[in-house]
């Protein structure tokens, strides 16, 4: 197989997946349990925990462990809009953030919060003075995702950041999770106040995330009980898991520069492929993260080609994977305005640690080879 689906899911590492076995294998007391046992294994938890911290650029009490990115933004957006409701209630957010916002600012709306979904260009990108223009006195929360797992746009981060903090005391959170391993994520890197990631994303667990803030950012808990994490996400602490996140976060890092000039050079020579179809078009701006690239074929559903490439053991996506299954448009597509006659052909290759350079060139000549067929050019 030929895997181009990386914005969905990742395969784990080997190394991950023993680390997961070994934890669970020796290490399976309850961390929050006072023997020997549960001491040993707090300090596991304790040691990835700074390691995660340390590599975002905080504190290890301003990490906790979740069940994945959905979990991850849930408690982001809703812990700190609900802490910070006596301030006020206005929220503002993009138009292409993933379901797990969107949905989780619909339920903040039906509990009286203001949110103001801001549209974005044709690249896909939000606008920094329109984001300025809509700030309020009672802007308590901004949620403006890094790179967009549709159509890879790279939103200016480090700019919102320095504007949002100049102009309010709103709380910026940042959904990272299709940028980290890829492109530099980190307190420092981006200024911003809350991060969200998830492991499978980067070779890591699914089922599987992490919270991390910087400063003095309060969150009201959500899913409450035996006070686990800091008492802001009871239940008992997958150890296994959080140790694996920090050793798929290690290794991500680690290979992030070489991947990316290695997804640099795959999308450049996708993109000249792309650009020799009249019928083909290109809807990741130029500037957009080298790892997505989605395209869109006039006249053609998506679903016909994502079957002929998988024909061919070339396995893509419609659009997003939360969508793909989805008959409408991805409302992602839809808020940048294609044509009518490409609105269905949308394709997205994500790239990966599992691909290869000959696995480019499989690719473009059977991409070639479909076009041929489905369209006799
Ligand atoms: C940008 C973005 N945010 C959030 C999520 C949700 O993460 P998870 O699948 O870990 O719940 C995804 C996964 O597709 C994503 O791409």
Known sequence: MYYFDHSATTKPHKEVLETFIKVNEEFYANPASIHELGVEVNTLLSRARK?????????????????????????AIQGV??????????????????????????????QGFEVEILPVNEKGLISVDEVKACLRKDTILVSIMHINNELGSIQPIKELANMIHQYSRAVFHVDAIQSFGKYPVSFDKLGVDVLTLSAHKFNG?????????KGHVSF????????????????TVPVAQAVSFAKAMRLA???QSHMLSKYIQWNEKLRSSFRGYRNVRILSADEAAAH???????????????????AKEIIVSTSSACSSKQTKTSHVIESIGLPDDYIRG??????????????????????STIMKQVKGE
């Open 51 to 75: 390691q995660v911290a340390d590599m975002l650029g905080t504190d290890e009490t301003r990490v906790i462990f979740t069940s994945g990115g959905t979990e991850s933004n849930h408690f």
């Open 81 to 110: 809009a609900k802490n910070l409701n006596s301030r006020g209630k206005h929220i503002i957010t993009s138009s292409i953030e993933h379901p797990s916002v969107l949905e989780a600012m619909k339920q903040l709306e039906r």
């Open 205 to 213: 667990l699914k089922g599987s995330g992490i919270v991390a803030w």
């Open 220 to 235: 009201e808990p959500v899913i409450v009980g035996g006070g686990q994490e800091f008492g802001l996400r009871s239940g």
């Open 253 to 255: 890092f680690e290979n």
């Open 292 to 310: 997505i690239l989605t395209i869109s074929v006039r006249h053609l559903k998506g679903e016909v080609l994502v079957n002929a490439l998988q």
């Open 346 to 367: 949308v394709i997205r290759i994500s790239l990966g640690t599992s691909n290869t350079d000959q696995q480019i060139d499989y690719f473009t000549e059977n991409f």
